[in-house]
């Protein structure tokens, strides 16, 4: 569970307590649903790391809704859309070196919307390790009106571990040489650290992916 469920859930509780106490208890009902549903929103199951070489998993449970290759063809974008259904605790997709996060402010378009991946509000993360170099990109939604994410430029991350997360409905692009094997396919559901989205080589143009990111971000 992140503690941010239990921080609503309180809140809503105190909120229902009062209600049923000064009015009458029929009106603490709606807090005691709102409560048990940030509760479950929060959720943060345990998953099973997969340990193949070149591994690149989701960081994100939800569905693909697009696989494109950008930069005239020398990457793959995957495109994963998280409704506010699944869970949004982010992982990161291989392990490595974090080594450019920056944070764009934007617009909140529908993150079903291929515009959302520029446009959008989003966090954007550079982690390079054993020859690899991947971006993944955080999205705001129409809902998702704040990201987190916790890991600061110079960490070290491993496979599948957590990150951050985006609250309520949103999207996470990851961007990857075009070497690399997919694994997945348009309409794949998949879930954040336990599914693999590709298998990269080992050496997978190291610095391609993240110098276009900072060709673009100046």
Known sequence: MVRDGYFYAAALIIAAAVLGWTTQPAWGIPPLFLAYFFLWFFRDPERKIPQEAGALVSPADGKITDIVKIDDGRQTRISIFLSV?????????????????RYHRGKFLNAMNEASAEENEQNVVTVEGDGQTVVFKQIAGLLARRIVFHPKVGDRLERGQRVGLIKFGSRTDVLFDTSAQLNVKIGDRVKGGASVLAYLPAEAGLAAVGNSVREKAH
């Not at 949004?88 to 996060?101: L, Q, T």
């Open 85 to 101: 259904f699944d869970v949004h605790v982010n992982r990161s997709p291989v392990s490595g070196v974090i080594r450019d996060v």
